[in-house]
Every structure is written in structure tokens, then in C-alpha cells.
């Protein structure tokens, strides 16, 4: 018998979290747990084709986020807008987010790390920090305290305590999640990101050589793959 729970995944840009935490969230899913995403941005600042029109490249984030999530098991996707290289742990982006949680009610948030890590500076983007930050102050105080955004009580929003939040890319991690199973799925939805995969010539080849190198460092048996977290009990 699946037995979940309820969990909010907020990131700052489509894609991350198929980089990030991919193959645990097909996990849960599996599991029984229902899984919502917040993200923060549209991704306005990405892809590779001059040829594409800036103004198109929201609309075409969007729906490649939309097809991965799909493919995770996942069909509650909300973006928030926010500017893509200009995000910042702003009052505006707390409130969006409290309003999110408050609205999701989640036992469980996976977000991005607040902490810059410097072995792998490209999972360290000033957005993906700033919505760490935001995530965790929405977490603590805002979506918990019934005072707090007052707009968010008058929309009918009560205040919400979430139990844990899961980071990753943080610099000292201390969950290692096995997702050997889930590889297939995580790589599907990561292929789903047309737009952002040009550099990468083997995109199976690279997540299974990062996933490897996490389990090892996990202590996991040969052939495994992992992603990692620091879990953060929030009582």
C-alpha cells in the first residue's frame, strides 16, 4: 500500500529541479505523495538559439516544464513570473511563496540551497540561492505566522507549518536518496528541456556520472545512483 503525503518543490528557474532531484521526486510519487511546483521564474534568461525571439522563450520554459513535470507524475505547476537573473530573497517573492505553501499546505518543501557551493558553482546561480533564501523565510516566519502578510489571511489563507525542508546542491549534504529506479524517468524529464540542453553532448552520460559520484560519496554499492540533500527539520 503508497502511503505520501503532501509536498511543494520551489525552484527558481524550469529545469532545476529535473537536474536536481529528478529521480527522488518520481520516487515520491511512486510512493503516494502529492507533489505540487512552484517556480519562481519563467527561465527568461535562458537557451541558446538567437534565432528564437526573447519574447517566445517564457512561453516555450513553461511548456517544456509542463511535459517533464507530467512525466515525473507531477500535475501541479505554478510559476510566479519573477524576472530570470534579477531574482532576489525580496518581501514580494516571500509573500508569493508563503502564499504557495499556505495554499499547497505541504508536510514537505524541497527547495534550493541558500549556500553558495563552491564545487559546483553552476548549481550555485544567484537565482537558485535567492529562492533557497526566499523558500526558507516563507517556510520561517511567513507561512506559519497567521500575522504575517495580512493580504494572504484576507485572501483565506491560514497560516501553515511545514514540517521539513529537503535542500539541494547544498554544499554538506546528509540524505543520500537512491534513485537507480527512477534514473529512466529523470532522464525523460530532463529531455523534455530542448531549449537548455545544447552543451550537453550526452546528457544520460553526464546525470549518470554526477549520480554515480553522489552514491559513492554516499556510501552506496557500485552501479548505484543517488542525488543528495541536507534535510532540515523545521519544529
Known sequence: ????????????????????????????????????YCICTDGDAGGFDPSVARSEIPG??????????????????????????ALT????????????????????ILCQSYRRHLGRIRASHPDHLAAGEATLCAVYPD??????????????????????????????PDRYVDVTAWFGAKLEALLCHESQLAEIEDPAEVLSGWMSSTAQAGGMAPGALAEAFRVIDTH
Open 60 to 85: 516555450i520554459r513553461r511548456g517544456e516544464q509542463l511535459r517533464a513535470a507530467k512525466r515525473l507524475g507531477v500535475r501541479d505547476v505554478r510559476f510566479l513570473g519573477f524576472p530570470d537573473g
Open 143 to 172: 507561512a506559519r505566522n497567521p500575522f504575517a502578510f495580512p493580504e494572504l489571511a484576507a485572501e483565506g489563507l491560514d497560516a501553515h507549518v511545514v514540517a521539513e525542508v529537503w535542500l539541494m546542491a547544498d554544499p554538506e
Open 1 to 36: 500500500m503508497k502511503a505520501g503525503g503532501r509536498a511543494l518543490v520551489v525552484t527558481a528557474h524550469p529545469d532545476d529541479v529535473d537536474f536536481g532531484a529528478g529521480g527522488t521526486i518520481a520516487g515520491w510519487v511512486d510512493q503516494g505523495w502529492d507533489v505540487s
Open 89 to 108: 530573497a525580496s518581501l514580494p517573492l516571500r509573500r508569493d511563496i508563503a502564499r504557495v505553501i499556505r495554499e499547497v499546505r505541504p508536510e514537505r
